[in-house]
């Protein structure tokens, strides 16, 4: 049977899950492929460590470059991480012509566009569904599968560790610090959370998603980005008694007219698909308008999930290979030239807030007077009978309203005698 | 720009559906794949009919073997039906080497073996993504995008007339007829719904699932099959008291040492995700050994969704005649030979029952005798205070047990003086 040599760089965690698989089931991939991928070289700086996988007749070296240049080699597969070697080592084997498979999601987000011109230049292949929901097979989902139809929106819980804190909070009442100090002890957090929590990951994911949607690359500067960090639990309360749940999503919405891509957490209806998705998982809510609402669901990271998907596009790459096929499905395709892409304060969404109010009649006037001044109308009031230090706290659920007037109300409302502490202004998804 | 030519066979909904999609999207289409798909003619033995689109310069015409024999037809789309002249029609094409698109499941399960057959010996492709869960790409996630795995199993919601009538008997309560005369009055079910509720669809779809997962044909003689007919609201609603919900599902399980492939009503523990599958809604789940549980959700029928998938085939054999990369996948891939098909009287599962038994001490004992004799062992038991006739309804969770004890066991317990009525016996999925 004919043989594809892997060339590998980065033996970590994920790294280490692709050995196994190709360990575990090469006879299976050959099978299915007619073709045997056979792992032929590990590039790492640590060639010590054990990470308890059996390289068998691999070559294990420090040296990126030699196992990028090897001919034997025929499939790249970047697992380094970071947009700087990371960076080098994918251009090098693109120009090189050789395929690579990358789960960097950093680094596709921030220098795609570069990346998948040298890849067309060169006639070759950059593969990552691994980049976006680990084992969830979406890129091909949304490339391939869903090819006939103009994208109208994406929703998407992507972070797995923002979904655990929220579920924790949500399911067992815990305050936000104790949540992610339990993310961490479990190990689904970093040391430094900030990548996860704040939404960095989440919007790395959301342009990946979006530019395949639409064709072009997205510009992250283009993302408005809104993590999780200090979430309140009586927010979270709160939507519950309205019928909600909390999710960090990413949202995007629009056709080849102009999208919106932004990242914040956001009320879900708790009817909805996305508000069943607890815990570490990741899904993906596709609004096309020929196939109407797709959901993918299923492991957003971990190590198997995420070399599933990295030797999943490996077994395309081989096929393309042995095909000659290559360029067969490129990164991106679709309407040439570059996407319109709304400014945040121009986008139109509901709204929840909290609002901190003194205990008094007329204050309540006050607030919906200056929400009415800036054309948002109101769609329910709670109040809660519990005041702290003469302050009550009002949650306000609006209709569809502008970004910018919102923005501009908080102001005013904020600047009022009768308002304390900042008020709290989450956005509601249907 | 290059030119691919289609021949239609079949103008229904789902034809109208892809001449729609190509009409709309033909430039997005074309901007994609780099190839313009054209659509040259169309075969219906009814070329009078107005099906509300323009099929522009394309041929209508009744003689479906002239559009296949066409050279200009380089892609056929089979969507008559049936297993008869479908099956002409799709072996003609095959036979002179040209790939084909069908969504016929029912021609798939069980002639699969012969169409596959001959696709290879022509070396041609047929793609079949619209043949289960309408617009989802699961054929491709299963086959592709999971490719890294053995599959562990697979559990769907596969028809979404019965999944719309399980809804409204558990929402709203409803008796099962009347659900049904409403589906059928919202178009969702046929005037003879009996490829629907009892089941047979499913199992069509289920066969090809399991065939994909497992690499070889399963055939329709080796799946047990029980559909939804005449299933009774109190069961929704105890099942319902007990934290589930009655779902029609494909139960696939098993790896390469041998495999189960059941239809029937099941209990779903209502926080699974497959239990938040609503209305005309599909879904199915995959647990994989690599990517771990992933699950799949949309719109299992309808003109648009389906035809999303036809097309969505179509794009694939575009690139592939461009690419000259026929069989780059093949229909079933995997392991060879024939799969060892468990019998269902050896599966084993968890189990609801519901006796109507004669209100009088010493009663349960004589049931729970039986159960144990047969190594049931019951996980709890809930006698609802309703006395009918001297006779009240008891419900039995058990543990697992096997199909052939509980058989046995079911047939002493109808046996006996004290139980009224036949026992319902539901199985409960986790």
């Known amino acids: 049977m004919r043989e594809i040599g892997i060339g590998l760089l980065g033996f970590g965690t994920v790294g280490a899950g692709v050995v196994q698989i190709l360990n575990r089931h090469g006879d299976l991939l050959a099978s299915r492929l007619g073709t045997r991928p056979v792992l032929r070289a590990i590039a790492d700086l640590d060639t010590k460590r054990d990470r308890g996988v059996d390289i068998g007749s691999a070559v294990l070296t420090a040296d990126a470059g030699a196992v990028i240049e090897d001919p034997a080699n025929q499939i790249i597969i970047e697992l380094v991480g970071g947009t700087t070697v990371a960076r080098q080592f994918v251009m090098k084997a693109l120009g090189l012509g050789k395929p690579v498979v990358t789960a960097n999601k950093a680094l596709l987000a921030e220098y795609g566009q570069e ?6 230049e060169k006639n070759t292949d950059i593969y990552f569904e691994a980049s976006v929901g680990g084992g969830i097979p979406i890129i091909r989902a949304l490339r391939e599968g869903l090819i006939a139809n103009q994208c109208k929106g994406i929703s998407g819980i ?9 579920t924790r909070m949500t399911r067992e009442k815990m305050p936000f610090d104790d949540a992610l100090r339990e993310a961490q002890a479990k190990g689904y957090a970093e040391a430094d959370p900030a990548l996860d929590i704040d939404g960095h990951d989440t919007a790395h994911k959301a342009a990946i998603l979006a530019s395949l ?12 980005v809104e993590g999780i960090r200090g979430l309140a639990q009586s927010d ?22 102009g999208i919106e891509v932004r990242v914040h957490p956001a009320l879900v209806p708790e009817q909805h698909m996305l508000a069943s998705v607890n815990g570490v998982y990741n899904a993906i809510m596709v609004e096309s308008d020929m196939a109407d609402d797709t959901l993918y669901y299923g492991r957003g990271a971990g190590r198997e999930p995420t070399a599933s998907a990295v030797v999943g596009d490996v077994a395309d790459l081989v096929r393309n290979l042995v095909a000659g096929s290559s360029r067969r499905v490129p990164p991106l395709s679709g309407p040439q ?34 929400l009415g001044e800036h054309r ?7 109040q809660k009978e519990v005041s702290v230090d003469k302050y009550v706290p009002v949650i306000i659920v609006t209709h569809q309203a502008k970004e910018r007037e919102m923005d501009a109300a908080l102001a005013e409302i904020v600047s009022l005698a009768v308002v304390n502490d900042k008020p709290v202004r989450l956005r509601i998804e249907e």
Chains 1, 2 share one sequence.
Not at 115 to 120: M, S, V
Not at 158 to 166: A, E
Not at 213 to 224: C, D, E, N, R
Not at 236 to 241: E, M, T, Y
């Open 337 to 370: 030239g570059p996407l319109k892409i709304r400014k945040m304060s121009d986008i139109r969404t509901r709204y929840y807030l909290r609002l901190s109010l003194l205990d008094k009649p007329g204050v309540l006037a006050k607030i919906t007077t200056v």
């Open 236 to 257: 979270i309360q709160c939507a519950g008694d309205l019928g909600y749940r909390i999710k960090l999503l990413a949202v995007i919405k629009g056709d080849s007219g």
């Open 213 to 224: 949607a639409y064709g072009s690359m997205v510009p992250m500067s283009a993302i408005h």
């Open 376 to 382: 948002i109308s109101i769609a329910s009031v709670l």
């Open 115 to 120: 990346i998948f011109a040298l890849a067309a």
């Open 158 to 166: 992507l972070n797995g560790t923002c979904n655990y804190i929220l």
